[in-house]
């Protein structure tokens, strides 16, 4: 598996993997024993006593204990979304839901280093990502929907922007606080309240957000935070009282979402899985290139929905591009997300960890070679050494499946058609990547790849402004922008 490398990468090497350490400070943030279900305002015990554990994935020690919601607690939550929605938030001046909106997003710009911590903790991604992307992102997204809060007028000209009424949502573990910012924002923007559930192995900033809220003084019952695992995610889905489903999760949970809603009046966004097609032109800067595609693949341990998954590269520029991915991963420095040298942190639960490895034997059984970067990994908690497979076939499971972790599919191309085929050649559709110095090329590619948000000669930039969200199997509906408002509302 080892490749042969120069002494001069190998210095590189070593000085990027002899930092001193710069470790973050655990005590930047309060965590308590114990998480109880914020409901209308206040924190309450669970109806059925039950609680469950959340561990630190990069040590495996329990951080702590959250409410386990059943039927009656969801029942509850959905009762005081619908209270406060027909009583207090649909009448809220839309200049006020914003006052109240910007004041969640400067508290979290406020408590910025406490989000942090608490999300790498939680979450298992390095300090530097949760410091730096997702927490101001989340604040960012708060902003901006405030911003819109009192515009809908001029945002939907000569229509009536009408709120749906209670928002069930429903969000994953990768980016805990920053999916709760991309549902609750938009939807309290136009005038919905919200129950909104985390996912199991990463509530913690969901409830520090559920804190900020209620010190935000916003009225009782607009957002509902309750914790659980599937079963309390298909109680709300079910729950018929319910206006609108918004889903960010694998796709098999969004098709047992859509079979379960089918026949309801209930509205729905699904943002699912992806597979995306990162795609090197031999016209391109070859060194950003390799840059991105570490960031596509790489970033957030690949727990990323749109990870630029499967590289392909143009067969003239194959070789030196193998080349130079291989070198850059020797430089990634893997371990304790608190670290702030740290590049790619723990995988975030054993769960995820034991179906990379699966994927890891799928590909190697499939006749693809696998390459890991020659680091050396913490004994305790779930890591994964990046990982890259070559000799890969269009139909082989690792290059058609999200495997949703630190592993690149690569295969090479000809021609713009030959590449256009293979990118689309999967049942998703969320995002693509394309290098390349001519403009013509990223206008034709752009235009057939099916895929909802594309890249050129970068990749993963977010903003709040820029729909997101995907064809095919990887759902339907949009986030952020102007697009994530109509999510929300009926036009009349
Ligand atoms: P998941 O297993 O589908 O879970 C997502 C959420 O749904 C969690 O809160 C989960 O609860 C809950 N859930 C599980 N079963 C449910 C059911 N039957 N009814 C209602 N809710 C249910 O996905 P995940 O493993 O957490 O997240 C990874 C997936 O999310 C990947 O496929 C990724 O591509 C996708 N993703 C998509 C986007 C996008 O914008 N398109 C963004 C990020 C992630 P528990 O976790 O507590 O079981
Ligand atoms: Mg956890």
Redesign the pocket.
């Known amino acids: 598996m080892a490749v042969k490398k120069s002494n001069t990468i190998k210095l590189k090497f070593d000085s990027a993997r002899n930092l001193a350490p710069a470790p973050e400070s655990k005590s930047a943030a309060k965590i308590n024993e114990r998480y109880d279900l914020f409901i209308n305002g206040k924190f309450e015990k669970p109806s059925g006593k039950k609680y469950f554990a959340t561990i630190n994935p990069a040590n495996e020690e329990k951080l702590a204990d959250v409410a386990e919601a059943n039927n009656a607690d969801v029942n509850k939550a959905v009762t005081a979304a619908r209270t406060a929605y027909e009583k207090v938030w649909k009448k809220t001046a839309p200049k006020e839901r914003a006052k109240y909106i910007y004041r969640i997003a400067r508290m979290i710009q406020e408590r910025a280093r406490e989000f942090a911590v608490i999300e790498t903790l939680d979450g298992g991604k390095p300090i530097r990502e949760s410091r730096d992307f997702d927490v101001p992102t989340a604040a960012n997204h708060f902003f901006y929907y405030a911003g819109w809060a009192d515009k809908l007028e001029y945002a939907f000209p000569n229509r009536n922007a009408q709120p749906l009424g209670v928002a069930g949502q429903?969000?994953?573990?990768?980016?805990p606080l920053l999916?709760a910012a991309w549902k609750i924002a938009p939807a309290l923007a136009t005038g919905n309240t919200v129950v909104l559930?985390?996912?199991?192995?990463t509530p913690l900033t969901a409830l520090k957000l559920a804190e900020i809220i209620r010190e935000a003084d916003l009225p009782p019952g607009v957002v509902n935070i309750i914790t659980?695992?599937?079963e309390?995610?298909?109680a709300?889905?079910n729950h018929p009282d319910i206006n609108k489903i918004a889903?960010?999760?694998?796709?098999?949970?969004?098709k047992?979402?859509q079979r379960a809603i089918a026949g309801t009046n209930k509205k729905a966004t699904l943002?699912?899985?992806?597979k995306a097609a990162n795609i090197i032109f031999d016209d391109a800067p070859l060194d950003q290139a390799v840059e991105g595609v570490i960031n596509g693949i790489f970033f957030n341990q690949g727990?990323?929905?749109?990870a630029g998954s499967r590289l392909y590269v143009q067969e003239s520029v194959y070789k030196t591009v193998v080349q130079k991915l291989k070198d850059r991963m020797e430089t990634l420095i893997v371990g304790d997300p608190m670290d702030k040298n740290t590049d790619i942190g723990a995988i975030n639960s054993k769960e995820q960890l034991e179906t990379i490895n699966k994927y890891l034997k799928i590909g190697q059984q499939e006749g693809a070679e696998m390459y890991q970067s020659a680091c050396s990994v913490p004994r305790k908690g779930f890591y994964c050494r990046p990982t890259i497979f070559t000799n890969v076939a269009q139909s082989n499971r690792i290059a058609q499946e999200?495997i949703?972790g630190p592993v690149l599919t690569i295969q090479s191309f000809r021609t713009d058609d030959e590449v256009i085929e293979k990118a689309n050649n999967t049942p998703f559709g969320?995002s693509a990547g394309v290098w390349t110095d001519k403009g013509s090329k990223i206008f034709n590619l752009t235009t057939k790849l099916r895929a909802g948000v594309i890249w050129a000669n970068t990749y993963n930039k977010f903003d709040p402004v820029s729909p997101?969200?995907?064809y095919k199997e990887?759902?339907y509906g949009r986030?952020g922008g102007l697009h994530g408002l109509q999510a929300y509302i009926n036009l009349v």
């Open positions: 429903i969000i994953p573990w990768n980016f999916m559930k985390p996912a199991e192995t659980g695992a599937g309390t995610g298909a709300i889905v889903f960010t999760g694998s796709t098999n949970v969004g047992i979402i943002e699912l899985g992806g727990h990323v929905c749109c999200e949703f969320l997101f969200g995907g990887s759902g986030e």
